[in-house]
Nanobody, 124 residues
Framework: QVQLVESGGGLVQAGGSLRLSCVASGVIFRSYTMGWFRRAPGKEREFVAGIRWSGGSTYYSDSAKGRFIVYRDNAKNTVFLQMNSLKPEDTDVYYC?????????????????WGQGTQVTVSS
């Protein structure tokens, strides 16, 4: 059974940092593309960052570029999202996702597995 478990969310002041983690089990992690998405209640999932199986290719949304860093540790079946210079508009529930045959890394339906989400709240 595939399971993705996120952690690291919380409350932080604007300008602060958080590091989200996502531990995968039940998959050959090193074969999977991993993505981070966000979704506020009543809204569609929005791509934040993604990383290919090798870790050599990373992708970011325009809002994340220059502030967030996605990286992975295949030995620990874990993907991370380092979030710096946080803004109140970054407040959301953040989800990690895994997919083996992901062509468009920014497209949520391309991912087969999802975590339960972790809340990030940035106060002004």
């Amino acid at each position: 059974q595939v399971q993705l478990v996120e952690s690291g969310g919380g409350l932080v002041q604007a300008g602060g940092s958080l590091r989200l983690s996502c531990v995968a089990s039940g998959v050959i992690f090193r074969s999977y593309t991993m993505g981070w998405f966000r979704r506020a209640p009543g809204k569609e999932r929005e791509f934040v960052a993604g990383i290919r199986w090798s870790g050599g290719s990373t992708y970011y949304s325009d809002s994340a570029k220059g502030r967030f860093i996605v990286y992975r540790d295949n030995a620990k079946n874990t993907v991370f999202l380092q979030m710096n210079s946080l803004k109140p508009e970054d407040t959301d529930v953040y989800y990690c996702a895994a997919g083996m045959s992901v062509r468009s890394i920014m497209t949520a339906p391309e991912y087969a597995y999802w975590g339960q989400g972790t809340q990030v709240t940035v106060s002004s």
